[in-house]
């Protein structure tokens, strides 16, 4: 509990409101009663009215001399809305995640301003037809043609659309006013939310469950009832049905009057499951994604507040749609990168969702064909109730996976993207009209690019990264934005010989027609998939058999369910492999299976083809047998000597800052203040004795060392004790609170998905 005697408070809330907080002291009665999230009265302005407002903040550090405060009123105990619930989230993603309280409530109130509410208006008689008809007839006789196209609908209509009136009938709307005040019609508007689902689709009931499916649905739903809170998680094979059961679960927490959030990794998913999801609910479902305009976000906030629908699908962001009854949180795929926020507070949607889940009481449950190592590590330490599905619905089995050497293909003279045996395959797919999946890890022409003669790399002048070769010869830095057209020579050397290295989803798309031509071909990437629809058409052409190919990069291999998809080609495994991060086994693993798991989805049986240079890799191996248990007890033991998560924790400290001298010498002060803090890397000394030691890694240049002309420096501090992680970023947060404003910036990531 947050100690203090001042309490950071926010008056009436509303989203415009959240950039700024009055202050107020603690009275004596509820000194260590009070928490951050509770709706307090608190006297505010002028006349010390009595307002509504909620704690974001509790603290020892008074902002104004004690005699200009104010004391709290109470705590309105009756009152806990959904923002009470939100703003308790936001203090403990503050706590734990390391960011100030602005940026968590911003995360948990993403939408600032109200909008208005869409209107459909309609034009409604109030003259008898016959009266109607004798004004129409004078509207002609004075050569008042619209107010004569009007009144003949009228006649015979009782209520017109009044876009109608408007848009066909081309009249105006002084035109319309000037009848209104005649008596002879009336205009009428009603509001109604901007619905963001548009599926005109029969509902469906539920499909059958196996016994293996009914046994996992059947626990949960008793375990809910009987108000057990342990995370479940499902670990089932690709094509085992665990959407099904996430169907069931949530159907059963709908009929006992609560109401459920879907997440799924990323926007592609969200067509196939919001069709799954709608024909079962209706109108009672929802989604939620930043392709949403403002106005739909606006409208389906309150469609959630006023328990206007049962299920909210979509991305992190979902998690915090105010949901007054949540009963269910459901985290598929829930080993992906994305459920990861990268901006400020960097908080995970699995440990989010779960202390939501808590504060709320309700059920957590997470699935994934390929568990991240996180959530098998607190499976297996009975943390989360495992549930496996073994069996492919289809009754079919997995795909059979063979995999290709690149070392040897090249020694025999194949310079093609593609290996013999894929080729082979894939003719025998087109021979038999049936449908083949290319992945590939990397988009569009992407490729740096140097010179034959000297070996000079294309830099960004403003990023320490090298430039990406895209089609119209442009060199792109993919993180600030920088272009520049390709020269024709080497600026080091002047040599003609300045080539890109091209293994990108455009050029594979070109191999494709040259070397079966007529072939129709379907690319998904990020350049293919800007628009607000785009992931839908795509998907929605090549389940409609409308290419024989579909290439893209990871977004294809994730969760799409397309029963004529037989053959499935993995182009250079490895790329994954050589990413300088821990994770990069784990990631190849996952994106494997992911991958393998495409084919062979319906009656027919699937094969894939995994293409690399490092066949004898472990994640390689284990993936192309689909055998995660081998895999796991091999990357476990490798986390568990190197100290990683989650065998233990890790916190990087980044320090930016435009100038580099700056930058340096404070990444090198906040380490010393570390070491200092732990007794030089040992123990923490505030701590109990007993606490493991904590090691500490740096400072040292990021691994891109400048983005948009900003200096990075990192430091990288490993505990099997989180919370002593958390003590230390109080401590540095402390320090630099105590600093003049300058331009240098520190920022906290705990267990990091990428490496700095």
């Known amino acids: 509990m947050a100690q203090g005697r001042y309490a950071n408070i926010i008056i009436d809330i509303s989203h415009e409101k959240v950039d700024k907080t009055f202050q107020y002291k603690i009275p004596e009665k509820l000194l260590g009663v009070l928490e951050e999230g509770m709706c307090v009265l608190a006297p505010f302005g002028k006349g010390s009215h009595l307002r509504q407002g909620y704690v974001v903040e509790i603290t020892e550090k008074a902002e104004f001399p004690d005699h200009k405060q104010k004391y709290i009123e109470d705590i309105l105990r009756d009152s806990v809305p959904v923002e009470a619930d939100a703003i308790r989230l936001a203090a403990w993603m503050k706590r734990n995640y390391g960011s100030t309280m602005i940026a968590a409530l911003r995360t948990v109130l993403p939408v600032k301003r109200s909008m208005k509410p869409k209107e459909k ?54 035109t319309l006013r000037s009848l209104e005040s005649e008596g002879a019609l009336s205009i009428e508007s009603e509001s109604y939310y901007r619905n963001p689902v548009k599926i005109e689709t029969a509902r469906e009931g539920g499909k059958q469950l196996s016994d293996e499916q009914r046994r996992i649905v059947e626990k949960i739903l008793s375990d809910f009832d009987a108000g057990k809170r342990s995370p479940s998680l499902i670990f089932g094979i690709t094509g085992s049905g665990k959407t099904e059961v996430y169907l069931s679960l949530i159907e059963g927490v709908a009929a006992r009057g609560k109401q459920s959030i879907m997440l799924i990794p990323e926007i592609a998913l969200t067509y196939q499951t919001l069709m799954r999801f709608y024909k079962r609910f209706g109108d009672r479902v929802s989604v939620m994604n930043s392709s949403l305009s403002a106005g739909e976000k606006y409208d389906q906030y309150e469609r959630a507040k006023k328990g206007e629908i049962d299920v909210i699908i979509g991305p992190r962001s979902a998690l915090f749609v105010p949901f007054p009854e949540l009963g269910m949180i459901v985290m598929d795929e829930e080993h992906e990168s994305g459920y990861k926020s990268e901006t400020m507070p960097r908080f995970h949607a699995r440990e989010t969702a779960q202390e939501l889940a808590r ?398």
């Open 359 to 756: 504060i709320k009481d309700a059920a957590f449950v997470l699935g994934s064909a390929t568990p991240s190592m996180e959530a098998y590590y607190r499976a297996r330490k009975g943390e989360y109730e495992l549930f496996t599905l073994t069996r492919r619905l289809t009754g079919g089995t997995l795909a059979q996976t063979s995999i290709v050497d690149l070392r040897k293909e090249l020694k025999s003279g194949n310079r093609s993207i593609f290996s013999r045996k894929l080729q082979e395959l894939m003719e025998e797919r087109l021979k038999k009209k049936e449908q083949t999946m290319l992945f590939l890890n990397r988009r569009g022409y992407a490729g740096f690019v140097s010179c034959r003669s000297c070996g000079y790399v294309m830099k960004c002048p403003h990023c320490d990264v090298s430039l990406s070769h895209h089609t119209g010869e442009r060199l792109v830095c993919h993180y600030c934005g920088y272009e520049a057209a390709k020269p024709a020579r080497c600026p080091s050397c002047a040599s003609p010989y300045l080539l890109g290295f091209k293994a990108g989803t455009q050029q594979i798309e070109e191999q494709l027609s040259k070397r079966f031509p007529g072939i129709r071909v379907l690319r998904m990437d990020k350049d293919t998939t800007g628009t607000k629809d785009s992931y839908e058409k795509i998907l929605t052409a090549f389940a409609a058999g409308e290419a024989e190919v579909l290439v893209g990069t990871q977004m294809i291999v994730k969760g799409h369910d397309f029963p004529n998809v037989t053959l499935v080609g993995v182009l250079a495994a490895d790329l994954s492999l050589n990413d300088s991060d821990y994770r990069s086994s784990e990631r190849t693993f996952q994106l494997l299976v992911q991958a393998a798991g495409r084919a062979g989805r319906g009656n027919k049986p699937g094969e894939v083809v995994i293409q690399t240079y490092r066949p004898e890799h472990y994640s390689i191996i284990r993936a192309a047998s689909q055998d995660y248990e081998a895999f796991y007890k091999e990357e476990i033991l490798y986390r568990e000597l190197a100290g990683y998560p989650p065998a233990a924790h890790m916190m990087a400290v980044l320090i930016t800052s435009p100038n580099e001298k700056k930058g340096e010498g404070l990444a090198g002060e906040i380490t010393r203040r570390i070491r200092e803090l732990t007794g030089g890397g040992k123990t923490i000394a505030a701590q109990p004795s007993g606490f493991p030691a904590v090691k500490i890694i740096g400072p040292a240049k990021a691994s891109i060392g400048k983005i948009n002309d900003v200096y990075r420096f990192v430091i990288y501090c490993k505990s099997a004790d989180y919370r002593q992680l958390t003590v230390i970023k109080d401590k540095i947060e402390q320090y630099v609170g105590t600093l003049m404003p300058g331009e240098e910036s520190v920022q906290f990531d705990f267990n990091p998905i990428n490496s700095y």
């Open 121 to 174: 208006k309609k034009i409604l008689r109030r003259m008898t037809p016959e009266e109607v008809r004798s004004l129409l007839g004078e509207s002609i006789r004075k050569r008042q043609w619209a107010k004569a196209r009007v009144l003949s609908e009228l006649c015979s209509e009782p209520v017109l659309p009044y876009s109608l009136v408007t848009g066909k009938l081309n009249v105006s709307p002084a």
